[in-house]
């Protein structure tokens, strides 16, 4: 059996899906007031605080969250092109957050820090270490009970707006 629990994330919704005893969270709401942060603030906190393997608070048995590395998906597995230099300096020092921005970061800045919280966390990230996005070509996942979700979406063509967006983001960012 399916419910679902909605709580308020000030301009939006989480969702808290319990499928037979397995839990999914669906978009973690704000960590404070700034626009972008309405999909990834919350999560940075609880990622950041969850603890590490073998001693966290909350075990998270999966994450979807298409973030740089993620895109773009081919069936051979990530495509990076002359992006693969920007990829790794994100890898590396993660997205650093200046002081001022602190309090309300950037959406691509949120979305790289999640990313490497995931990443040095040894969260399981897109079904695996999280070079492959989540998207409509996703094969279903099953939950327990036979329970299978199948992703509707985004579609390639938006991933690939998005990949460019964030490239741009980054950019100007100086990074």
Same mark, same amino acid.
């Given at each position: 059996m399916l419910k679902l629990k909605m709580y308020p994330a000030k301009n939006g919704d989480a969702f808290l #899906?319990? @499928?037979n005893g397995? &839990? +999914? +969270?669906? /978009?973690a709401g704000y960590a404070s007031t700034h626009?972008? @942060?309405d999909h990834i603030g919350g999560l940075l906190v609880l990622f950041n605080d969850n603890g590490p393997p073998g001693r966290r608070r909350i075990e998270i048995d999966a994450v979807w969250h298409n973030s740089l590395r993620s895109l773009p998906y081919t069936a051979e597995g990530p495509c990076l092109g /002359? &992006? @693969?230099g920007v990829l790794e300096a994100i890898k590396r020092r993660g997205f650093p957050v200046p002081p001022a921005l602190a309090v309300n970061? #950037? *959406?691509a800045g949120q979305g790289s820090s999640l @990313?490497?919280? +995931?990443?040095t966390q040894g969260y399981h990230w897109n /079904? *695996? /270490?999280?070079s492959r996005s989540i998207d409509n070509r996703s094969a279903p996942y099953t939950l327990l009970n036979q329970? &299978?979700?199948?992703v509707l979406g985004p579609r390639p063509e938006r991933l690939e707006a998005l990949r460019m967006l964030w490239l741009r983001e980054i950019r100007r960012l100086g990074h």
């Open positions: #899906i319990n @499928a397995q &839990h +999914l +969270l669906v /978009d626009i972008d @942060a /002359d &992006h @693969a970061p #950037i *959406g @990313a490497k919280l +995931l990443r /079904d *695996g /270490d999280g329970v &299978h979700l199948e």
